[in-house]
């Protein structure tokens, strides 16, 4: 009952989708590549990032910004420190240890989504990422803790699957 009360008066909304505000010259100015760079720079770079932002959040903060879940299940983990509580939103899945979020699966970010080729993941991501065969990784320093982006890739070479998450967690 007291859960439903509390729910009740949360104020509920759904972020909107994220567009990068990256600015690009025109394709005369510069090469495709140049372009591409211009575009990774300003979407990886740039703070405070939606994306960055739920990493660290408490659960009171988390529903006050996007409200209740739309469902919440347990994923297990190899040991038993390693279970996580799973708030499911259209954003994404928020992983939930002990009082914060740690992890986020997301429906897409930084202009990847589901089903984009290896190499077009590669070019937005940008020279610094590790390509680790079935997944890609990014380490990015945030102002408050390191993160890592790590998009897993599929047998066809195509994005599967994106994640932003504390690696120190």
């Given at each position: 009952m007291k859960y439903f009360l509390f729910f009740s008066f949360v104020f509920l909304f759904i972020l909107p989708s994220f567009s990068p505000n990256a600015v690009m010259l025109?394709?005369?100015?510069?090469?495709?590549?140049?372009?591409?760079?211009?575009?990774?720079?300003?979407?990886?770079?740039?703070?405070?990032?939606r994306e960055f932002s739920y990493i660290g959040l408490?659960?009171?903060?988390?529903?006050?910004?996007?409200?209740?879940?739309?469902?919440?299940?347990?994923?297990?983990?190899?040991?038993?420190?390693?279970?996580d509580v799973v708030f499911q939103y259209n954003e994404g899945d928020f992983f939930i240890f002990k009082?914060?979020?740690w992890q986020v699966k997301f429906t897409s970010a930084y202009g990847i989504s589901p089903?984009?080729?290896?190499?077009?993941?590669?070019?937005?991501?940008?020279?610094?990422?590790?390509?680790?065969g079935d997944h890609l990784i990014?380490?990015?320093?945030?102002?408050?803790?390191?993160?890592?982006?790590?998009?897993n890739l599929n047998s066809a070479g195509r994005a599967a699957s994106i994640f932003i998450y504390r690696p120190d967690f």
């Open positions: 025109p394709a005369q100015e510069q090469s495709a590549s140049a372009a591409a760079n211009a575009v990774v720079s300003a979407a990886v770079t740039e703070e405070p990032r408490k659960l009171p903060e988390l529903i006050e910004r996007l409200g209740a879940p739309k469902s919440v299940s347990a994923a297990r983990g190899n040991e038993l420190w390693q279970d009082d914060r979020v089903g984009d080729p290896k190499q077009a993941v590669l070019l937005v991501l940008g020279e610094s990422a590790e390509d680790k990014l380490p990015v320093q945030s102002k408050d803790w390191p993160l890592m982006i790590r998009v």
